[in-house]
């Protein structure tokens, strides 16, 4: 938990900053943005720590945010004296404007293509070159004096790094220190004479500015239909004409559009759920519908048209629920006026990357353990190893069922989600519980509902091997202060790995049982 102290002294900060600051050019709002959108969207499991960005996270979020500012306002795509002026001291253009117009004059439609194409390259560096020539070490300066609460001036690096306790105030305050940012930014480019004359009196301009896409929502709705079989998400009911593609997590609370952000609904259910966040069922049922069951077909058929990252979605709704519960929020259920408290939840925490257990679904075969025996029995499998030392592979192709060893202390429902298989080798041979060769283990899957934090526990990864065969691994978990984990053996002989993109957490250990 944060310090009051500091917390009121971010406050304090960014309300001097808008006041004080310099802005001659909207850059130093998008920066601004920028940092309070990446500190929700990167996993941390201890966001009290120091967070690391890239300078590409930088990159990537600029564009996104100046993407449809880029458009001419009145709707002509190659009037460039339509373009709203982002700047100030000059008659000129703001740099990233131009860069993005003329992309778009070349028939890209989405940042998610532009970054495929092969311009990108030459406009990152743009953009970045943007960056750090302005708002990236003069957002900090105030009243000329360089007052670095937020991150350090290391300008040699490609990174900066959020104090710590920064990007936790960032998801605490989310909410106020975008609407800041828009807000300011919205007046500045109010306040520029050209633009007064294009926007005219009763404008549009904060749709236009930070508004989304109606018509590009529309792609994403012949896959959502045939992802629910054509029932409305919420209601489960069938849909006719009446379909609407509804942002899960509201527009509203988080303004980016993210490919698996969205499902199929009733037009009357999305009206009714509104900027409300949905109830927890709901939001067990889209973890498992559009982050589990279809991540890779929602990435695979949307991401022309947006922005596709299954981990960044989670991480985004973990922050959302979070601050509900914090808030004690009302959760819509469903039709006008059926809510429910936010309760507090496990979060979902995963590895960058990582894609949730494919093994889960043998884990959970809807066979009924009873039928098949009365006696309570655990699905045992005799070819998965589960390495102590390094990645070994294995198969998960064989499963039988081992009477369930007595003290144990499980339910009934403990036994979908527990399994046995046997320990191979001798890195966990060590410390205060040691593992040694040969034992046998039980272990829970890692699903959505129950991952909770990691650090600290021992976990089975699996990763692919180079035929594709899957290896798996014990170790101890610990996450590090630059975002990435590493592997503890308990035996000091062996090494300690650093996770990678392609690891996968599916199981914790629970203990050793005996035979
Ligand atoms: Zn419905």
């Known amino acids: 938990m944060l310090a009051m102290q500091q917390q009121l002294d971010f406050i304090a900060y960014i309300q001097r900053m808008l006041v004080e600051g310099d802005f001659s050019a909207t850059y130093k709002f998008a920066l601004l943005h920028a940092l309070a959108d990446i500190s929700i969207e990167k996993h941390q499991i201890d966001s009290d720590l120091e967070l690391q960005i890239s300078f590409d996270e930088l990159v990537e979020k600029f564009v996104t945010l100046y993407w449809h500012q880029a458009t001419p306002f009145g709707g002509i795509n190659n009037d460039t004296k339509q373009l709203l002026l982002q700047n100030t001291n000059s008659k000129k253009q703001a740099k990233i404007i131009t860069t993005l117009h003329n992309a778009k004059l070349n028939n890209i439609n989405s940042v998610s293509q532009l970054m495929k194409s092969n311009e990108f390259k030459s406009i990152r560096s743009s953009t970045l070159k943007t960056i750090k020539d302005g708002p990236l070490w003069l957002l900090q300066k105030l009243n000329g004096k360089d007052e670095c609460f937020l991150y350090p001036h290391t300008k040699s690096s490609k990174y900066i790094t959020l104090n710590a306790g920064i990007a936790s105030c960032f998801r605490r305050f989310y909410d106020l220190v975008t609407y800041l940012a828009k807000n300011a930014w919205l007046q500045k480019i109010q306040s520029i004479k050209h633009n007064q004359t294009l926007i005219g009196p009763q404008s549009q301009l904060h749709d236009f500015l930070f508004g989304f896409d109606r018509n590009a929502l529309t792609k994403a709705k012949p896959i959502l239909v045939e992802l629910q079989s054509n029932s409305c998400f919420y209601c489960q009911k069938p849909m006719k004409n009446d379909v609407e593609v509804d942002h899960f997590i509201p527009f509203a609370r988080y303004a980016n559009d993210l490919g ?28 498992n519908q559009n982050l589990v069951v279809n991540s890779q077909i929602i990435s695979n058929e949307l991401s022309a048209y947006f922005h596709c990252d299954a981990d960044k979605s989670l991480a985004v709704s973990n922050w959302a629920y979070q601050v509900a519960q914090a808030n004690n929020a009302k959760l819509w259920l469903g039709n006008k006026d059926h809510f429910e408290q936010a309760k507090p939840t496990a979060d979902i925490v995963a590895f960058p990357q990582a894609k949730q257990p494919e093994l889960d679904q043998v884990a959970e075969p809807e066979v009924s353990l009873k039928s098949i025996d009365d006696a309570l029995k655990l699905p045992f499998f005799p070819n998965l190893k589960i390495a102590c030392g390094h990645f070994k592979t294995g198969d998960d192709s064989d499963m039988e069922f081992k009477t369930l060893p007595t003290g144990l202390g499980l339910s009934d429902k403990d036994l979908k989600t527990h399994f046995l298989a046997h320990a191979s080798g001798n890195s966990m041979n060590g410390g205060k519980n040691p593992i040694s060769d040969g034992d046998l283990l039980l272990l829970e899957w890692i699903t959505p509902n129950n991952a909770g934090s990691l650090r600290d526990q021992i976990v089975a990864i699996e990763q692919d091997g180079e035929s594709g065969e899957g290896q798996y691994l014990l170790r101890k978990v610990n996450k590090l202060p630059n975002g990435q984990y590493e592997l503890i053996a308990k035996n000091p002989e062996y090494k300690v790995i650093i996770a990678d993109e392609g690891m996968r957490t599916f199981a914790r250990f629970k203990q050793v049982v005996a035979e």
């Open 260 to 287: 698996h952000n969205f499902v199929a609904a009733h037009r009357t259910c999305n009206n009714n759920k509104r900027d409300f966040l949905a109830a927890q069922q709901h939001r067990e049922r889209w973890q």
